[in-house]
């Protein structure tokens, strides 16, 4: 019997699930599959991520946290790099190198004030810690202040600064790293002493519930920054390139930081990059020695190119004007839904197209992400806070798929509302949220 090109990829799916539960994961793979979630990524385009048996479509509504802003495999990244490698690779860390000059020399002319060194990374956890070394060895400091709930990666000293949830499994964390609640001025005086270097925020924290702090909050953190000879960073790694409608999310809030750190989207989806941008006096810590820090992959040549092209297309104003009629016509059709659910759904935060649903409880924000997936929508909850789910769409998304998009979110909603009726559901639910956190 001739077998079918639909039967050979399921045979590839199921192989795929298999060597991934033997080699990468089999947590995961076992997650996946008791909730009907066993989605391998196959092809991919724009807005949607296909499963490889070709039987799933998914529209992404998380776009990774923002690596994806400009959608999957976008053309005009793809060809520039297909370009890029006639003559490029990743580079010597060691050298000069222009290709990195000229996306600093972006950075710097996008950032305001004296913003104006980039040092470049593969990831936000690494962009991160450099961050921290800067701000301890400018100084002479050693206690770093975070908000409790914010995320800002798994690496050494990023996970230091996150939750004990991330870090306690793994042993001992780094010292001198205290947490505060987010969106408290107060918190944040009274933490601040003569040895502190650096209060790190997410400008808004996704993972917390997209939690869009007062006008106030960051200006005020400015103050006690200023007033203490401690610097202030902003983690700017998933509200950065638009994301909110302006270029950098800070702008909102009339603040300029001493670092900004930005990342996933920063690689067009396509080649790993990240910059951890600081005003110019700080560069003065690598003067003595400059190979202090280093990273092989940081700030590779071929990945520049894309870079540079994306904070070009990310700030022009013509994108971000859509990506403010997009955020409109969101906040208009979610507030109509939040009227018809009511009782599940009860409240948006949002600024531009950085959006959460406010659900009724931590239950709510699981349930929502498995009824989207099964609405054909790639909504994920926000691991600090399950009663929010994430809403992040392409920033380049066709407005003519708004509708759609409403009406699939709609369903998710009226089945969520009645799965969380069904006797039982709870216990479940807290296995679902604890093994995703």
Sequence with gaps: MKITSNSKRSTLKKKAIIDFAEHVSSGKAAFFQKYGMDFVMGPRKGPYLQDIDGAKRLFNLHCNGGVFNLGHRNIELIELLKTGLDDFDIG??????????DLARKLAELMPEDLGYAIFGVGGGEAVDLAFKVARAYTKRAKIISARG????????????????????????????????FDNVQAIA????TDT?????????????????????????????????????????????????????????????????????????????????????LESVF?????????????????????????????????LNHVNRLANGFAQQLNLLKKSHSKFFIDVRQLGLMIGLVLKDVQCGPILTKTAYDHDLLMIYANNDPSVCQLLPPLVMDPDKLDWVIRQLDGALTVARRLKTVAGVKTGIERFIKKMG
């Design 92 to 101: 010597n860390h060691h050298f000069m190198s222009k290709a990195r000059a």
């Design 150 to 181: 914010g995320y800002h990666g798994h690496t050494g000293l990023a996970l230091a600064a996150g939750d004990a949830k991330y870090r306690s499994p793994f042993g001992p964390s780094a010292p001198g790293f205290v947490q505060v609640p």
């Design 190 to 193: 009274d933490a601040a002493d």
């Design 197 to 281: 270097a650096a209060v790190i925020l997410e400008t808004i924290p996704a993972t917390l519930g997209v939690a869009i702090p007062a006008e106030d909050y960051l200006q005020s953190v400015r103050r006690i920054c200023d007033q203490n000879g401690i610097l202030l960073i902003l983690d700017e790694v998933q509200t950065g390139l638009g994301r909110t409608g302006k270029l950098w999310a800070f702008e909102h809030f009339n603040v300029v930081p001493d670092i900004v750190v930005v990342g996933k989207g920063l690689s067009g989806g396509l080649y790993p990059i990240t910059a951890t941008v600081m005003r110019q006096p």
């Design 287 to 319: 003067h003595d020695d400059p190979f202090i820090h280093v990273s092989t992959f940081g700030g590779a040549e071929i990945g520049c190119l894309v870079a540079q092209r994306v904070l070009e297309i990310s700030a022009a104003p013509d994108f």
